[in-house]
């Protein structure tokens, strides 16, 4: 509630000041691995029912640096296991969509609000591979449920398709392994480009903040009395 009223000025300073509460190994690492987080591509998940998968991917994100997942509700909750996501999602930001009748339209369209790209991960004969995706502009990666894939309405209405070639005899990859080596083959695209992926210091702050408040035990009473004394 707070985040919204403050300047970051003022962000700066409780970052500061939260970050005493800190040991040293740990805000270097927060400083490392804020360094290589992205919002160019962002993922989306559409009706992914097993904690399992939903937590997979949640790990997958976080190693290869992206920060925002979009879970679409329609008619299953996405559950995260624990045990499985390894505390990544402590460190992402998750979006739930699941208050719409049709709540894949109100992911995308959000979406692209943000400037997105939709891509959906299935078979197409327009398609793309992992080597053959543009890169030039951002992206959100959409993947859909273990059995059935995505939506229609989810394949009507992406801007474009994604395929990772299969030579089996299986029909497809599990979700979580597609969204791995998806996320995996096209960050470090992404990093090896001259593209603007990195976040903007305003967004670093953002996050940063938001991770150590997770991290220091008490930290909104210590807030508290930290903004009641700077304010007087």
């Known amino acids: 509630m ?3 009223i403050l300047t970051q000025s003022v962000k700066k300073q409780l970052l500061a000041h939260l970050s005493e509460y800190l040991t040293d190994r740990r805000k270097a690492r927060f400083e490392e691995v804020i360094k290589y987080r992205t919002r160019y591509i ?54 739930r969509y699941n208050k719409q009748k049709h709540n894949t339209k109100g992911a995308f369209q959000k979406l692209r609000n943000d400037g997105y790209r939709i891509v959906a991960t299935t078979p197409h004969k327009n398609d793309y591979t992992l080597d053959t995706l543009p890169m030039e502009g951002k992206f959100a990666l959409v993947f859909g449920t273990e059995l059935t894939g995505l939506s229609e309405i989810a394949i009507a ?26 996320m995996f083959t096209l960050t470090e695209r ?43």
């Open 42 to 95: 962002t993922v989306v998940l559409e009706d992914v029912f097993q904690s399992h998968n939903a937590s997979a991917v949640l790990r997958s994100c976080d190693l290869t640096g992206i920060q925002d997942i979009h879970a679409i509700e329609n008619r299953n909750e996405y559950d995260v296991n624990t045990e499985i996501d390894m505390g990544s999602s402590k460190w992402l930001n998750l979006y």
């Open 2 to 4: 707070t985040e919204k």
């Open 190 to 232: 992404l990093r090896k480009s001259n593209l603007p992926w990195q976040l903007s210091n305003d967004e670093q702050l953002d996050i940063l903040l938001e991770w150590v408040r997770r991290s220091v035990k008490s930290s909104e009473k210590i807030e508290k009395v930290f903004l009641e004394k700077i304010s007087e």
């Open 157 to 182: 209405e992406a801007d474009e398709f994604l395929r990772i070639p299969m030579y089996g005899f299986t029909e497809s990859y599990n979700i979580s392994v597609s969204a791995a080596l998806s």
